[in-house]
């Protein structure tokens, strides 16, 4: 087995990354999803949502950043166009969407999905000791659990 500068299995990290990537693709069409909605949105509540909507971009453009960073420090390089991205991506993409409940759903629809990822690429960096990618997981995973009970608790829905 060949380790790499970080002491890890490199075959391991390689795929590791190649996840990443996945992710990194689908928080771009998350993050870009959000923009469309925080500038759409239209209805009563209107200034609530869109606050909320900045912020949850505004949180996925760090974590853009972070797994491209990632995928660096593993020795691979992050997806970087938007051709790459939409191949990729198994995201819902949200066009025009203006309704506040279509974007809550969206946004729930799409956490779901990128949770999927993540606790795929939890168990394969828990696997390689791959403390780094396990942190970074474990820390998403926690708050988009939040954000997703607080929107199916804003669309007044039950986690089941």
Known sequence: ?????????????????????????????????LRGIHWNIKGKNFFDLHVKFEELYTDANVKVDEIAERILTLGETPLHTFDDYTKAAKVP??????????????????LSQLLKIERSILEKSGEASDEGTNAMMSDFITEQEKTLWMMNAWLNQSNA
């Open 1 to 33: 087995m060949g380790l790499n500068s970080l002491g890890l299995d490199s075959k391991k990290t390689k795929e590791i990354a190649e996840d990443l990537n996945k992710l990194l693709a689908n928080f771009q069409l998350y993050y870009q999803n």
């Open 93 to 110: 993409v949200g066009k025009n969407v203006s309704k506040d409940d279509k974007a809550v759903e969206l946004i729930v629809d799409s």
